[in-house]
Structure formats: C-alpha cells, structure tokens
C-alpha cells in the first residue's frame, strides 16, 4: 500500500519557525493533492494547506502569511514552513495524500500520516 511519514514537529518558543516534511512511499503511480491538516487537544482536525499537483495552494484564511505550502512530486514529498509560530498553533500534524496505486489505475484513495506534534510556548 502506501505509506506517510511526518517529521519535523517538535517545542519551539512563540514566534518561532518549524519546517514540517513528509514523504509518501509504496505502491504509488501518482499523487493528486498532498495536504496538512492538524488536530489539537479536544478539538476537531482541521485543515491547514493543500497543494494540487500542479502548484496550486489553498490555506486556511486564519493561516496565510505564517505557513507556506510545497511539494516535489519527483520525491513524493510536501512540506510545511511554518513562521511566526503562535501558542495555538500547538498541535498534532497530519499529512494526507491522494494516490493512484499502481496496481489501481484511475482511482485515487487518500491516505493519512501518523502525524507529528508541534508545541508552540508562550
């Protein structure tokens, strides 16, 4: 199948910047979208950024101007700079992926990382 693994999280002080990376591996023939998502304590998982295949990039509007978005499709990875880091930005940091399996031509499944955790202080 197909794995993601997340790295990069860790303890930074407010303002400070994080660079989150994840790469998919297994049986992929292509990836459409890659995105991060992030879920804190007791709340729901919400969006952060996606990036199509091509280089489009969507954000959440609470998020624009602090993180940034990329992907090398060569790799199969996608990254997330993540600046001016603020408290509430502490949470877990998922990537997912939607991949055309090699062995599943013209459909694509989406699969989800373990996750990282990013803890901003104050």
């Known amino acids: 199948q197909v794995q993601l693994v997340e790295s990069g999280g860790g303890l930074v002080q407010a303002g400070g910047s994080l660079r989150l990376s994840c790469v998919a591996s297994?049986?992929?023939?292509?990836?459409?979208?890659m995105g991060w998502f992030r879920q804190a304590p007791g709340k729901q998982r919400e969006l952060v950024a996606v990036i199509s295949k091509d280089g489009s990039r969507n954000y959440a509007d609470s998020l624009k101007g602090r993180f940034t978005i990329s992907r090398d499709n060569a790799k199969h990875t996608v990254d997330l700079q993540m600046n001016s880091l603020k408290p509430e930005d502490t949470a877990a940091y998922y990537c997912?992926?939607?991949?055309?399996?090699?062995?599943?031509?013209?459909?694509?499944?989406?699969?989800w990382g373990q996750g990282t955790q990013v803890t901003v202080s104050s």
């Open positions: 297994g049986s992929i023939l292509s990836i459409n979208s």
């Open positions: 997912n992926a939607d991949v055309e399996l090699a062995y599943y031509r013209g459909t694509y499944l989406t699969f």
